[in-house]
């Protein structure tokens, strides 16, 4: 039976154990290392739902590395609220650096379309993405994420970062919300 939980007034099952997350996280970090292993890449992770995987994902990296975190904002609750908004900036200098984001979650690609442009601008050596989930069935904007944990359907998830309105981020598994 799939474990059940509660974050205030709404109800989640389990969709992926801690243990289906780490040993994911593991794989996505031997593919980042064959690609980018001797590029002394910066990865740069989108808060704040992605520090957890962030944190992860940088201990399953083999090589050096730099790591770099933006704030940036389109949720609120169980929505997206449409709008993306630069609230805390990188300083890096990104010119001729490998960068990798690292996003928790990609729904409606909002916020990588905006943000990738952006980095686009400041002429990296190479850009690419890697994101735990993604929902394609939500998708809207084209972006383009070369690294994957689990497509997912389009239901409301928390847990391993993820949050309803600030709760849940502390849980190591993944978990959906009960329709
Ligand atoms: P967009 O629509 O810009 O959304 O691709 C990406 C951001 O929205 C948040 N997000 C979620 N947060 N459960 C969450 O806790 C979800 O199911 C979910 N879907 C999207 C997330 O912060 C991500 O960075
Ligand atoms: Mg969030």
Redesign the pocket.
Known sequence: MSEKIKIRDLSFVSLFSAEQVQTRVRELGAALTQQHGKNNPLFVS?L???FVFAADLIRAFDGNCEVGFVK????SG?R?TGD?QTIMGLEKDLRGRHIIVV????????????FLDHLRQQQPASLSTVAF?R?PD????P?LVEQVGFD?EN????GY????DGW?RNLSGIF??EP
């Open positions: 989108i704040s739902g992605a940036l904002a389109s949720y169980t997206s993306v996003e928790d979650i990609v729904d409606t690609g909002r916020t990588l379309h905006f989930l929902k939500a998708l809207e904007f972006v997912i239901r409301f998830v928390v970062g993820l949050d309803y849940g959906v919300l």
